[in-house]
T-cell receptor, first 113, second 114 residues
Framework: AQSVAQPEDQVNVAEGNPLTVKCTYSVSGNPYLFWYVQYPNRGLQFLLK??????LVKGSYGFEAEFNKSQTSFHLKKPSALVSDSALYFCAVKESSASKIIFGSGTRLSIRP | NAGVTQTPKFRVLKTGQSMTLLCAQD?????MYWYRQDPGMGLRLIHYSVGEGTTAKGKVPDGYNVSRLKKQNFLLGLESAAPSQTSVYFC?????????????FGSGTRLTVV
């Protein structure tokens, strides 16, 4: 069965510093991996995805994520954090044969000025 | 280019009342989903549909029913609302397997059951 874990409920970073939000997954076969962001009182917005190809995936708002098959991880990164990056971030996974995505519990990212 | 539209955006129900949440998408997506979001629990799948006329149970289906009579619409019904169903409900849609690239989400329905 597919599953995804976000080990940190909250990540605090100073503006201008690099940030990492961690995600690990478990699937049978090849995974489809996603990051979504949710701003207060809003729906979820797509940030980036890995389905096939380069292990380093670039997405919206300067975010990127690295697919690491041996560690079954898909950590979200950004070289220089902005206060406006403060939001709730969800990692998600889908087995290639499945019809639905499984979401992690979310990590709240807080960027202090 | 509306994407995924959910109605209503807010609703307060009394225990035992019924209601229907409507999700409409204009992207010709095959798959549609209903999730609920609760603090600290992420998004949990209630029901989903892989095509017009089909529905399937997700992880937390009890107390909910769904219908997909038209490809563009996916209805979520609560027959007898309970306080435990107080939540934010999100609808999402996607292409099928051959073109799958992720979900498009609606903006959510905040439901309070008192």
């Amino acid at each position: 069965a597919q599953s995804v874990a976000q080990p940190e409920d909250q990540v605090n970073v100073a503006e201008g510093n690099p940030l990492t939000v961690k995600c690990t997954y478990s699937v049978s076969g090849n995974p489809y991996l996603f990051w979504y962001v949710q701003y207060p009182n809003r729906g979820l917005q797509f940030l980036l995805k890995y389905i096939t190809g380069d292990n380093l995936v670039k997405g919206s708002y300067g975010f990127e994520a690295e697919f690491n098959k041996s560690q079954t991880s898909f950590h979200l990164k950004k070289p220089s954090a902005l206060v406006s990056d403060s939001a709730l971030y969800f990692c998600a996974v889908k087995e290639s044969s499945a019809s639905k995505i499984i979401f992690g519990s979310g990590t709240r990212l807080s960027i202090r000025p | 280019n509306a994407g995924v539209t959910q109605t209503p955006k807010f609703r307060v129900l009394k225990t035992g009342q019924s209601m229907t949440l409507l999700c409409a998408q204009d992207m010709n997506h095959e798959y549609m989903y209903w999730y609920r979001q609760d603090p600290g629990m992420g998004l949990r799948l209630i029901h989903y549909s892989v095509g017009e006329g089909t529905t399937a149970k997700g992880k937390v289906p009890d107390g909910y029913n769904v219908s997909r009579l038209k490809k563009q619409n996916f209805l979520l019904g609560l027959e007898s609302a309970a306080p435990s169903q107080t939540s934010v409900y999100f609808c999402a849609s996607s292409y099928g397997e051959e073109k799958f690239y992720g979900y498009t989400f609606g903006s959510g329905t905040r439901l309070t059951v008192v």
